[in-house]
């Protein structure tokens, strides 16, 4: 059977996207895999899946695969990736969309400019909803990893995110530690890892270890979480400019006081790479 794709990318993190409206797809673990696979597949850190929506509520379903074949709750860059898509192939001609994922509804929005829009909703820092076994009820945790203790911040966008300062990313020891902290303990469903660098109080550099994926060139959830960890801590203000080492996001939050529940707003570049077929029956 052959399978009609799409390559893009959202700041040099890529996605393998297909349309399961118009063409058959029993997406599973296995398919995923190999699809992202990089040297006998499309190759990608995550495969999206478009697909009728759930209900007259929203307009589509956005299912997120990452490159371990597990699927996942959001995907920031795939959801701006997401929108262009849709639009690109005629499924719809709404500049803004209602979209099912499995962390709720989120609305993405085609700007003039050809950037996105993703309303990402309020981040948690409850730690039942990251989930993470908290020790206490401080903003800043620490977390003992691979011998050495780390300060974090634990919050999730729709999927759990562990934010640490550091003076250099380009220093930071990335690959080192970040599957640590992905499968580490204290986070039942794993976490992404991110190390951020502030650079004044509206930029800041970041890189990230994506949980079922590995380091990204960005990561749009990760990039709304350091944005949020860095203003509740106090170090920054909104809105921030995310220098991620694939492109910049930005981020606007304007919670970070009293009032938390604020959404946080993610604009960045979405861009079709090419276009193609595989045959999924080979073995």
């Known amino acids: ?33 190999r699809l992202a696979d990089r040297h006998f597949g499309v190759g990608c850190d995550q495969v999206l899946v478009v697909e009728a929506p759930l209900g007259a509520q929203a307009d589509f379903r ?8 597990g699927e996942v709750e959001q995907c920031g860059n795939g959801a701006r990736c997401f929108v262009r898509f849709v639009r690109d192939q005629g499924l719809t001609g709404k500049d803004e969309i209602r979209v099912q994922t499995r962390a709720g509804l989120i609305v993405p929005r085609m700007n003039p400019d050809g950037e996105v829009t993703v309303n990402m909703g309020p981040p948690s820092f409850d730690p039942a909803r990251i989930p993470f076994l908290a020790e206490g009820d401080a903003l800043v945790q620490p977390l003992d990893v691979g011998g050495e203790r780390v300060l974090i911040t634990a919050l999730s966008m729709g999927n759990p995110h562990a934010v640490q300062v550091v003076t250099d990313v380009d220093r930071a020891p990335v690959s080192q530690q970040g599957p640590l902290i992905e499968r580490h303990p204290r986070f039942p469903e794993r976490a992404n890892a991110g190390y951020l660098q502030v650079l004044d109080r509206h930029a800041v550099r970041l890189r990230v270890w994506e949980r079922g994926a590995g380091e990204t060139l960005a990561c749009g959830t990760g990039a709304c979480a350091a944005a949020v960890a860095g203003i509740r801590r106090g170090l920054l203000d909104s809105p921030v400019r995310v220098h991620a080492r694939g492109g910049a996001l930005c981020i606007r939050w304007e ?3 009293i009032e938390l529940n604020c959404d946080v707003w993610m604009t960045g570049p979405a861009v079709p790479v090419f276009e193609g077929e595989i045959d999924i029956d080979e073995r």
Do not use: E, H, S, W
């Open 1 to 33: 059977m052959k399978l009609r794709f799409t390559k893009m990318q959202g700041a040099g993190n890529d996605f393998v996207v297909i349309d399961a409206i118009r063409q058959p797809l029993a997406m599973t673990p296995a398919l995923a895999r």
């Open 62 to 69: 956005y299912r997120i695969f990452n490159a371990d074949g």
């Open 255 to 257: 919670g970070g006081g």
